[in-house]
């Protein structure tokens, strides 16, 4: 087991940055799979990004292709959600999640996860 807390949100300004961790505890965080997700009030939990276990090869959605960055400090045991040219659509609630037993593949589904955080709000102002 993993456990998995989310910090760095906030609110911030059309066209700004953010940077969000997810600091990993428990079983060794090199043994996971990881991603972002994020959920706004009255719809589906929406993939963000994703790293492999090994490799790290990287997905993105066209939404947010070319503005956010997925990294992983595997010495810290943290993910990173770098987020820059920020607008209102990306409002809601970011989750980090976890997943065990992959090892060159980005897991770009809800189900694919087995671990969860609580969630941190980004909010930006329009």
């Known amino acids: 087991q993993v456990q998995l807390v989310e910090s760095g949100g906030g609110l911030v300004q059309p066209g700004g940055s953010l940077r969000l961790s997810c600091a990993a505890s428990?079983?060794?965080?090199?043994?996971?799979?990881m991603g972002w997700f994020r959920q706004a009030p009255g719809k589906e939990r929406e993939f963000v990004a994703g790293i492999s276990r090994i490799g790290g090869f990287t997905d993105y959605p066209q939404s947010v292709k070319g503005r956010f960055t997925i990294s992983r400090d595997n010495a810290k045991n943290t993910l990173y959600l770098q987020m820059n040219s920020l607008e209102p659509e990306d409002t809601a609630v970011y989750y980090c999640?976890?997943?065990?037993?992959?090892?060159?593949?980005?897991?770009?589904?809800?189900?694919?996860?087995?671990?969860w955080g609580q969630g941190t709000q980004v909010t930006v102002s329009s």
């Open positions: 428990g079983r060794i965080f090199t043994a996971y799979a």
């Open positions: 999640a976890a997943r065990a037993r992959v090892d060159y593949v980005v897991i770009t589904t809800a189900k694919g996860y087995e671990y």
